[in-house]
């Protein structure tokens, strides 16, 4: 019977790339204030870069298009990571999240910098729908998913057996591999908890219950 589910956040229960455009937006806004640099222009560079490289270097191709002090970029970093997230998760994907709240036990375990993920779950209003919130940099990157340090945490916390806990993400190291690696069933989503996933997971769940 599963007693517990845990949730990943990012790219599971909503598309963290709308952060990603959320943050280059605001620096873009900085840009445009400080150094003058036209706002759309900013944006679409550093978006472009991000599509055609991923993340690492977007601050980089701004700076170096308009000719900027690299110093600059830390400056950039700063904002990006502070900045208020203009970020939402469908209403279907909160009904749910409230629907599975009032039988069962959730948990959150969230990697990346403690305080940007902090914003992200208050930007979604999703924290009143877990018993239990992990933020698990808090203590060091070392620490991230797969490591069982937080998967354990959470099994101890709410005093359920590794086989009475279901994960829900959609990293196949991190969240998968990592939760199955303590005999914790499993569930990886590739379209952020879409409806054809949330009718997954009540599925699996009714098979474990009949076991």
């Known amino acids: ?92 994907r909160k009904c749910f999240l409230k629907e599975l709240s009032e039988k069962y036990k959730l948990c959150l375990i969230t990697d990346g910098w403690c305080d940007v993920q902090k914003k992200k779950v208050e930007a979604l209003g999703i924290k009143k729908y877990f018993d239990l ?22 099994i101890n916390f709410f005093g359920v057996s590794h086989n009475e806990v279901l994960m829900v993400g959609d990293n196949y190291e991190k969240d998968i591999v990592g939760a199955q690696n303590l005999g914790i069933k499993t569930l990886m989503v590739e379209n952020f908890f879409s409806t054809y996933e949330q009718e997954k997971l009540k599925k699996i769940i009714k098979e474990y219950d009949r076991n």
């Open 1 to 92: 019977m599963i007693k517990l589910i845990i949730f990943d956040m990012d790219d599971t229960l909503y598309n963290e790339k709308t952060y990603v455009v959320s943050g280059f937006k605001e620096v873009a806004r900085y840009l445009n204030e400080k150094c003058e640099v036209d706002f759309h222009e900013a944006y679409s560079v550093m978006l472009e870069s991000f599509v055609i490289d991923g993340r690492g270097n977007n601050f980089d191709a701004i700076i170096e298009k308009k000719g900027l002090d690299h110093g600059l970029a830390l400056d950039l970093v700063k904002i990006y990571r502070g900045h208020d997230p203009d970020i939402a998760m469908k209403d279907d």
């Open 133 to 154: 919130v992990v933020y698990s940099q808090i203590d060091g990157v070392e620490y991230a998913k797969p490591h069982k340090k937080f998967f354990l945490k959470a």
